[in-house]
């Protein structure tokens, strides 16, 4: 079964520091991962998705995320972080062959200044 | 492009009421979509739609009912509310198939309190 995992509730990150939320995943082919981010009292927003090709993917906002086949992670990542990149990010896969959309449970992002 | 519309924003039912969510879409996306959020669970998808006339079951779909007679709209009914359907339902479109790439917009959420 298809799956994804966030094993970090909440990071916490200086601004100005790199920032990674982690994501794990687990499909039977190969994956469609997507990345997306909610701010408070709004509905998610696209950032980012792997599809094929290239391992690292450039996303909105200065995020891009790496694509890493054999350790089945797919890690959201930012050079400099801002304040205002405090919200909750979600990663969420779908199985190459058809299938629903699986979110994670999401990670809370931290900035502070 | 209004985007994905949902209303209301906020709702309070009593245990046994009916309700009806709206979500509305004008990009003329074909896939649409019903989730719920709860603390710590991520979302999960309820019911889904590849087209006008096409429903079927997602992850946790008792309870609620949906309908799809055009591909702008795609409303998610309640049939008799309960406390365990307290949640913030999330709407969602995509451009096409339930197999495809393409990346879903959300709606701004309807926040639900059942008593």
């Known amino acids: 079964a298809q799956s994804v995992a966030q094993p970090e509730d909440q990071v916490n990150v200086a601004e100005g520091n790199p920032l990674t939320v982690k994501c794990t995943y687990s499909?039977?082919?190969?994956?469609?991962l997507f990345w997306y981010v909610q701010y408070p009292n709004r509905g998610l927003q696209f950032l980012l998705k792997?599809?094929?090709?290239?391992?690292l993917v450039k996303g909105s906002y200065g995020f891009e995320a790496e694509f890493n086949k054999s350790q089945t992670s797919f890690h959201l990542k930012k050079p400099s972080a801002l304040v205002s990149d405090s919200a909750l990010y979600f990663c969420?896969?779908?199985?190459?062959?058809?299938?629903?959309?699986?979110f994670g449970q999401g990670t809370e992002l931290s900035v502070k200044p | 492009n209004a985007g994905v519309t949902q209303t209301p924003k906020f709702q309070v039912l009593k245990t046994g009421q009916s309700m009806t969510l709206q979500c509305a879409q004008d990009?003329?996306?074909?896939?649409m979509s019903w989730y719920r959020q709860d603390p710590g669970m991520g979302l999960r998808l309820i019911h889904y739609?590849?087209?006008?006339?096409?429903?079927d079951q997602g992850e946790v779909p008792n309870g609620y009912n949906v309908s799809r007679s055009t591909t702008e709209d795609f409303p998610l009914r309640l049939l008799s509310a309960a406390p365990s359907q307290t949640s913030v339902y999330f709407c969602?479109?995509?451009?096409?198939?339930?197999?495809?790439?393409?990346?879903?917009?959300f709606g701004p959420g309807t926040r639900l309190t059942v008593l």
């Open positions: 739609s590849v087209g006008a006339g096409i429903t």
């Open positions: 792997y599809i094929t090709g290239d391992n």
């Open positions: 990009m003329n996306h074909e896939y």
């Open positions: 969602a479109s995509s451009y096409s198939g339930f197999s495809s790439y393409n990346e879903q917009f």
């Open positions: 499909v039977s082919g190969n994956p469609y």
């Open positions: 969420a896969v779908r199985d190459i062959g058809g299938g629903k959309l699986i």
